[in-house]
């Protein structure tokens, strides 16, 4: 499966912080925004991503990641040239995923949990049709809502409804098979005049081939587009790295317990970094085997709970 973040636009609801700057570079406590997106998909196992942005802002992003190569990746990039709706992202995409199945990730999302990096990878081994993510929120006016059935089938989806059938938004990150570069040549432009994403997963779930994975409480997730959820998502990271002395969306980390990179590269990145708490816990990491308690929850006592 390949990936893609879609880091356009022009931010408006950030205005002035985005005049000059992308909001995907923005910092969300000690990290580029884009960090966190790209920490998604590389969670899922995903190397080979494709970074679509608008033509000023994307060689910022070229001299952020530069080719991938650091972290075992391949990075490419692609200009969008104004913002036609997030389904464009595959067509602009298509040479790209070739053949393959495809994650879309917004480069404004970021979604953390014990446990996502399973649901991720589980996704990622995605055979036909389309998952998305359902996240229970307090007003689904505010976003796309789905609605499923008792098997995590999709049922309904709207776009900001004002009656919502469900409490249950839908993040930004999607998992398609190949049929979706077809599917969004497909759709037409809303009344807003872009391709929507929701009109993509609605043909997914006419054909019945639509999953739903509900993200509980033990999961959080932030579309960082406005100001207020911006430094929600900078005071969450910061509570948790400094709380529990880890790094959230950490690259290197990521692409060593991946076997993508080696001791020695995470190591030569921590020099880089220097005396910095990003580069103190590079060095931790490669120093000692960071300790994972994932596997404690695979015991046969908990299964059975």
Request: glycine share 8%.
């Amino acid at each position: 499966m390949k990936g893609i973040i879609l880091a356009g636009g022009s931010a408006t609801r950030l205005y002035p912080i985005t005049l000059a700057v992308s909001k995907q570079m923005l910092p969300v406590y000690d990290k580029p925004m884009i960090y966190y997106p790209l920490s998604t998909l590389m969670m899922a196992g995903i190397r080979d991503v494709l970074i679509i942005s608008t033509p000023v802002h994307l060689p910022a992003f070229e001299s952020l990641l530069g080719d991938g190569s650091q972290y075992g990746m391949n990075l490419q990039y692609k200009v969008q040239e104004k913002p036609v709706g997030l389904a464009d992202a595959f067509i602009l995409g298509e040479e790209f995923i070739g053949d393959d199945n495809v994650a879309l990730i917004l480069g404004d999302n970021m979604i953390y949990g014990s446990r996502i990096e399973r649901i991720l990878k589980a996704s990622s081994n995605l055979k036909k049709g389309g998952i998305i993510f359902g996240y229970k929120v307090a007003d689904p006016t505010s976003y796309g809502v789905v609605e499923i059935d008792d098997k995590g089938k999709a049922i309904s989806i709207e776009e900001k409804p004002k009656e919502p059938k469900s409490d249950l938004a839908v993040p930004g990150i999607y998992f398609y098979d190949n049929q979706v570069v077809k599917i969004a040549k497909s759709i037409k432009p809303s009344a807003r005049g872009e391709l929507e994403i929701t009109d993509v997963n609605k043909v997914y779930m006419e054909k019945g081939q639509l999953q739903v994975i509900p993200l509980g409480s033990g999961y959080a997730w932030f579309d960082t587009g406005s100001a207020d959820r911006l430094s929600d998502a900078s005071d969450y990271v910061k509570a948790i790295e400094l709380r529990q002395g880890t790094q959230i969306a950490c690259l290197e980390e990521i692409s060593y317990k991946n076997d993508w990179i080696s001791k020695e590269d995470v190591l030569k990145n921590a020099k880089k970094y220097g005396k910095t708490l990003y580069g103190k816990y590079l060095k931790k990491i490669a120093d000692e085997e960071v300790k994972s308690y994932s596997k404690i929850f695979d015991n046969e006592l908990f299964k059975k709970q």
